[in-house]
């Protein structure tokens, strides 16, 4: 973008003239590009003087590939691709969650074998497992890593002491260093935007397995989703507003990350013209982008007189339809006002569960009368909207045939059209859930039933089906027959389910097919 790009140079350039270049590469493994870890990272080590070297290693979506999530694996020939584009970097910095270990353990591995690397990681899981973590790599960084990573690489540059910055652990003779972690960024508007101007920005192509120099055009075709699913837009850009999350559920990582490291509860939010600058910026070098999409946890949790700044400016400024996050208890008559006439196009909402009981047990406040009424409130506005998405946890071992019952009985009552997006329940580590589950010995390998666990694939099911059907246009009276508790509680057997997934293997496939190749003839026209 121009004017990050004439910002970036002066300061790389003084940074030459100061002598304070330090080069660092920054690998992505996550399944689209648009993540924003290593893009805010890059774009703060620009802003103090430093060169940065983005890596994408992006792979088909789950929710339009045949392959398993998480279980990708790199090539030969994509190691040695991302060994050689590390090759003259001064260090290695690689972001994961939890599901990515393996991933970020082969890079770590195929470049510290044949390079004399430090290798850096940092995001979710190493914050909530930073010593198992530094079994892998030479450093972790916990918590946020803005200020950390900045002050890591000035070091690194003038050649001092590393050993005591904050939020950054090693081992040192063998003994793991814990530096005390900083309190979380107040002030997000002192941030950077996410850096796209596409220096030394890299990209593979899973096709070709080549890793390419991104551009507009290739970004272009990377954001482009060859079937929008549950009516998202089919090109958008994403970004974040504010960071935190008022509610503590019991299954989710900012409860774990904020026992650790206690971070309050408030939310920290951008000012409005903070985000709207970031949007012109965004309309003036992407022109393609057709919709934004604001990943906040609860995106309505902004006040409604901040709703309101926000309406004007992005009217007035930016003028593209918008999607989002939110909780029930958020969505009220005025903001959905407020919302929309600024543009919102498709709004996504956590319910979870309509079991009263399990609903305590993942710490979700909201009860089924006020989810209803949310419900109703969206669908008088569905003329001017799209069908909402409404998230639910499915394949709960506490939940019983009664609480999976209650969860269809609340859909029933929820007016639609709707798209559920429904998650298996993981036992992510540092969680209440996984504490629970953990004691009670039903986790057994952390590896094998968590890291590995997919967590957008639920088992196949009579019930789980059955929620899948919500989305479909299925005759509601039919779906009152099937989810009659007399028919849940008789056709929801062992061997009964274990006909209805082979059966649904076999059609995945055959759906999948067609457009299987088709990604294979766009992505080979790309390379």
Not at 195 to 210: K, N, Q, T
Not at 381 to 402: A, C, K, M, Q, S
């Amino acid at each position: 973008m121009k004017g990050a790009l004439f910002r970036d140079w002066i300061l790389v350039w003084s940074g030459y003239l100061q002598g304070d270049e330090m080069k660092v590469a920054l690998i992505s493994p996550y399944s689209d590009i648009s993540t924003m870890g290593i893009r805010i990272l890059s774009a703060c080590l620009k802003q103090a003087g430093h060169m940065t070297r983005c890596i994408f290693l992006p792979y088909p979506y789950p929710e339009t590939g045949t392959t398993v999530d998480f279980q990708h694996r790199y090539t030969a020939k994509i190691l040695d691709g991302v060994v050689d584009l590390v090759a003259d970097v001064d260090l290695v910095g690689i972001s994961l969650m939890t599901n990515y270990f393996t991933m970020a353990e082969d890079l770590t591995r195929s470049i510290k074998e044949r390079l004399a690397k430090q290798v850096i990681w940092g995001g979710v899981h190493p914050s909530i497992r930073p010593e198992e973590c530094l079994e892998s790599a030479d450093l972790v960084c916990v918590s946020e890593g803005e200020r950390a990573l900045v002050e890591l690489a000035n070091r690194f540059d003038r050649s001092e002491d590393i050993s005591t910055i904050s939020n950054i652990w090693m081992k040192r003779d063998g003994e793991v260093i814990r530096n005390e972690a900083l309190a979380p960024i107040e002030d997000l508007d002192s941030l950077p935007f996410f850096d796209y101007d596409f220096c030394e920005h890299y990209v593979l192509d899973r096709a070709s397995e080549a890793i390419l120099p991104l551009n507009r055009e290739l970004l272009h075709t990377f954001l482009w989703r060859e079937r929008p699913t549950k009516a998202r837009a089919a090109l958008f850009y994403q970004t974040i507003t504010s960071r935190g999350c008022p509610y503590g559920c019991t299954f989710c990582c900012w409860s774990a990350l904020r026992k650790e490291y206690k971070i309050p509860r408030q939310i920290r939010r951008r000012s409005n013209r903070h985000i709207i600058a970031e949007l012109s910026q965004v309309r003036r070098e992407l022109p393609f982008i057709r919709e934004i999409t604001f990943s906040d946890d609860s995106f309505f949790a902004a006040s409604f007189e901040q709703a309101v700044e926000f309406r004007d400016l992005y009217k007035r400024e930016i003028g593209l339809s918008f999607q989002c996050l939110a909780e029930p208890r958020t969505v009220t008559p005025e903001k959905m006002e407020v919302f929309i006439d600024a543009g919102l196009a498709n709004i996504q909402i956590g319910v979870q569960s309509g079991s009263e009981r399990i609903k305590k047990m993942y710490g979700r406040p909201q009860s089924n009368d006020e989810i209803i009424r949310m419900s109703r409130l969206i669908k008088s506005h569905l003329d001017r909207i799209r069908p909402p998405i409404y998230d639910f946890i499915l394949d709960n071992p506490w939940e019983t045939v009664e609480d999976q019952i209650d969860t269809l009985r609340l859909l029933l009552e929820m007016p639609r059209p709707y798209y559920l997006q429904l998650f298996s329940l993981v036992f992510f580590p540092g969680t209440v859930l996984y504490d629970r589950a953990k004691k009670e010995g039903r986790i057994k390998n952390d590896r094998a039933e968590i890291y590995d666990q997919q967590y957008n694939r639920r088992r196949i099911t009579y019930v789980n089906l059955l929620f899948s059907l919500f989305s479909r246009p299925v005759p509601t009276f039919v779906l009152r027959i099937m989810c009659h508790p007399f028919v849940v509680r008789s056709v929801n057997r062992p061997s009964l389910n274990a006909v209805l997934a082979a059966l649904y293997r076999v059609f995945s496939v055959v759906r999948m097919a067609p457009l299987m190749v088709k990604r294979l003839f766009h992505y080979r026209s790309v390379g």
